[in-house]
């Protein structure tokens, strides 16, 4: 099993990834998320890819609930590219979800996507 959050980038790759693959993975977008998807012409396979292929390169943020942190998972999707999306995620491996808080451009630097990973 996995160890408890935070994670290093790493770790939190492999586990991010294997939540993503599991034939008992629940995907709990926020509303947010979704308009961002659709101001970006992404579809949820394009998130799905990224959680399965992506990687996570920067340290997390701790989430409002106790013993979650976000996570930002970087990749370059088929609808995406040439651009890196970054997903930002909150896994609960335990319950083998994964709640989607944004989706972003990475090349992009907008203050409210900078506020919601920490930065």
Known sequence: MFKEQPWNEADATYAIRTIARS????LFPTAHALEQMGQRNLIMGDVLNALKTGFVRRSSTPSTQDGFHKYVVEAITPNSSPREIGVVAIPDHARCHIKVVTVMWIDETANVAGSIIGE
Do not use: P, R
Request: net charge negative.
């Open 23 to 26: 034939d008992e993975f629940d």
